[in-house]
Every structure is written in C-alpha cells, then in structure tokens.
C-alpha cells in the first residue's frame, strides 16, 4: 500500500480496514481498574506497541494511538493534566514505529467528559483542550485524527475545527447512536445520523462515520442515513463485536469474528468504506473483516 492520504485512497475505489478495541487489549496486559490507559505510552510502550503491531498482523491499513482519554480534562483525573503533550506525542509516536512508511497513524481523541449544556466548560477551554491534544499527535507522527465516540455535535464540532486550524491531520468524525425506534438512531443529546453528517462535513470533516454502540447490524441503517446526505464523503464504522450484554458482574460482547464477517457485505453496500472494530472487538475480529473486504 502507498501512504496517500485516506481519502485518496478511499476516492480510487478501495475499501479500507481499520483497527479494532484497544482498552479491552489493554486489560489484558495488565492495565488495572482507575488506572490511567494514556499513561502507559510512558510506562508500558512495549505493550502499546504490541496492541499495533497485532492489528497490523491481523490486516489493519490504519491504527490508531492509545490516546482516547488524553485531553486535559481527562488526564486531570490522574494528575496529569500538565503532560497532555508528552503523552499524546508519545502515544502517535508508538504507532508510527509500529505502522511504518505504508500504514495510516489515526490520533484518537474522544470526548472530555465537559457538558457544555451544563455550563460546566465553555467552548474556548474545549477548543483549547483539543488543540493541545491534535497538535501533539501530530508532532507524534499521526497522519489523521479520529474524533471518535461523540455524542454531543457542539463538542465535537469544536474539536474538529481545532483540528482543521492548526494541523494539517486529515479528519475523522465519529458518534455513537442508540436505537429509539424502527430503523431510527439518534445520539444521547437527540441528533440524527444525518444531521451529524452535515454538520460535520460543513465544518469540516474528511471522514465521517459512527463508532461504539451497536454492532454491524444497526450500523448498516445508520451508514445509509449518512449516505444519503452524503454521497462523496468517505464514512468510517467500527462496530462493538455484537450489543453488549451484562454477564456475571461486568460487559462482554458476544458476537463472534464469524459472525461478524458475514454482515461484511451489507455495511459496505450501504456506503462504508472503511471498515473496523469497536468493544469486544480483537485481532481475529479484524482479520475476517480483511478476508471479507478482499
């Protein structure tokens, strides 16, 4: 593959697979409960570095960075809020060491947590907060960002115009929907899929799409309601490994790579052109994923 940019790639016809779950991966390595997952970019950066490399193995053209919580207003939890830029230019770094010349570095920045309808933030410290976070993955070596698991269109709005302002990353935009009726989704502050797609391209987002949430199954009405509104815009899902269920005291997700690989055919006719996994999700998730998109 040659490192054009997504879109480009995208835009010549091709059908790209992402990466999948990374918190889970992380878990497993021994990342303990309240523990900060940013910081292990400092501390573990072998253990980053092999959740990258088993998704490059497994057939990724694109992995992210172990960066989701890494805005200030995340870190600051941890203490942490004055390393925002240390560990968000490490966690880009790891990736690009793993991904090389011939695979796409996605900065992940998800939501801070901040309610602007509550009054609890304004909108320069969000704006501000983002900056700081995608100028670092940036410097780090990512080629784009994904401004992933959103639900507030205000918030990520101001993250993607952060990014467009002072980084020449591409940029994915991402939100999570729930059901609330026959083949309607809308986001926890009442947006639709379609509007989300709108405002996000006007504001200028590369990539749009939806991530977390759901599985491959009502992933596919949602693409096709962005598609509708959107017919030259790449759109990007990374679906849970089926909807969770609560088993014994904590989340699993059942849906199997099998499984999954069969609804392959359907999301890519409703208009996704990159491909990935979400919760639950693993390696063997996203080697059938290649197999089926091949």
Known sequence: MNRTTITAAVKSGKILVSDGAWGTFLLQKGLQPGECPE?????HPD??????????DAG???????????TSFKLEHFGL???????????ARLSREVAKDDHWVIGSVGPTGKMLVMGDVTEEELYEAFKTQVVALEKGGADAVC?????????????????KENTQLEIICTFTFD?????????MMGVSPAEIAAACIDTGADIIGTNCGNGLENMTQIVAQMREVAPDTPILVQANAGLPEYR???TVYLETPEQMK???????NAGANIIGGCCGTTPAHIAVIREAVQ
């Open 81 to 91: 809020a004055d390393n925002v830029s240390e560990i968000n230019e490490a966690a």
């Open 39 to 43: 910081l292990w970019n400092l501390t």
């Open 248 to 250: 014994d005291g904590k």
């Open 60 to 70: 990724s053209d694109m992995i992210e960075t172990n960066s989701f919580g890494g």
């Open 262 to 268: 069969k609804l392959i055919p359907q999301i890519i």
């Open 147 to 163: 401004i992933e698991t959103m639900s507030d269109l205000d918030e990520a709005l101001l993250a993607v115009r952060a990014a």
């Open 179 to 187: 059901a609330i009726g026959e083949n309607e989704y809308r986001t």
């Open 47 to 56: 253990a980053v570095r092999e959740i990258a490399q088993s998704y490059i």
